[in-house]
């Protein structure tokens, strides 16, 4: 079984998951309250800037991955 290293990511690429993560969250929240998407999206920025909801939760889950990971930089090719 092969997995992956984590490693730096571009900043197009950052901006793309930080969208993409946002309206999954939004979508999220939209499901379980019956909420316009507009608002669930508002809300969940609203909730990034400090530091909570569930995209936040979702790179820093991915921040923990990368550092522990770190040691393992030297077999990407």
Known sequence: MFGFVLGIVARDRQ???AIHW???A???RRISYRISLEKCSFGEILNTYP?????RQRRQNLHGLASTNRSFMHFIW
């Open 51 to 55: 530091k909570r909801g569930i995209t």
């Open 22 to 24: 946002i309206l999954e």
């Open 26 to 28: 939004a979508v999220k």
């Open 15 to 17: 901006q793309t998951l």
